[in-house]
């Protein structure tokens, strides 16, 4: 992850882990947007982070689980979400990355250490074209 994230010019990023929850992951809003192009070029990863809901079902032992998107602007069908990515540890907070079309335009939003309830989007720039 650390050699794609070099290759991509990520030069604030570090993964320790792939999970996202170590506080020794860091990165920053700029490379994240880095990361929101480069994405363009696997369809995939915006389809699963944009589906609204689904069963995940597993065979030893037999279960399944009901997962729902936690980005909340899927939901909405004014809204052209490309690719989405929420979080949250205690460190940096809720955070949330998203590709999306805006006025016929390929945008991205990058947003760290808000408190969803109170003030959506709050430390939030303006989208960023990506085309």
């Not at 882990?17 to 070029?41: F, W």
């Not at 369809?43 to 589906?51: E, V």
């Not at 997962?67 to 205690?90: A, C, E, M, P, S």
Request: hydrophobic share 35%; net charge positive.
């Amino acid at each position: 992850m650390n050699a794609k994230a070099k290759s991509l010019g990520m030069n604030n990023t570090r993964f320790v882990e792939p999970t996202g929850l170590s506080v020794h992951n860091v990165s920053t809003a700029r490379d994240l947007t880095k990361l929101l192009i480069a994405s363009k070029q696997y369809p995939l990863i915006g389809q699963l982070s944009t589906t609204r809901e689904d069963m995940a079902t597993f065979s030893n032992p037999t279960y399944t689980l009901p997962f729902r998107n936690t980005n909340h602007l899927v939901y909405r069908d004014n809204w052209n979400i490309q690719l989405t990515k929420t979080g949250f540890t205690n460190a940096a907070g809720h955070c949330l990355v998203m590709r999306t079309v805006i006025n016929n335009k390929t945008g991205g939003a990058v947003s760290d250490g808000c408190v969803w309830q109170i003030y959506p989007f709050c430390r939030c720039q303006p989208p960023a074209y990506l085309d």
